[in-house]
């Protein structure tokens, strides 16, 4: 039993990224499969499947390296942190946040188009 189903399976992806693997599996919830949607969107997986209660993900890799090079979980669960859309369009740079709202878990690109804040997931780049 984990306390934060999303980070672990985010630093899950992390560290098989860092091995210079390709597949993720894990089993499959709302809120993971929401994660990787958003990060299909961002580019940085190539495609997933669900099957019998499972999740794999096969991640984008470019010249034989990973196109996630890094991932920060931003909030914890002793620690939330959220961020309104003026703050997100401060926040421009090379790294894409991950957002939870009330629209579900959101691109910061997505985010600032909409005008809508939320819990800042992690920092991805």
Do not use: C
């Amino acid at each position: 039993m984990t306390n934060y189903q999303i980070g672990d399976f985010l630093i899950k992806i992390k560290n098989v990224a860092l091995a210079g693997q390709s597949e993720v599996t894990d089993t499959a919830t709302r809120g993971k499969l929401a994660v990787v949607k958003a990060l299909e969107k961002a580019g940085f997986v190539e495609n997933h499947k669900t099957a019998a209660g499972g999740l794999t993900l096969k991640l984008k890799f470019e010249h034989k390296k990973p196109v996630l090079l890094e991932l920060k979980l931003v909030s914890k669960p002793g620690r939330r942190v959220y961020l309104r859309a003026a703050d997100l369009r401060k926040k421009r740079g090379s790294s894409v946040y991950l957002l939870h709202s009330h629209r579900g878990v959101l691109l910061s690109q997505e985010a600032v188009k909409a005008n809508i804040g939320g819990e800042v997931i992690a920092e991805v780049w």
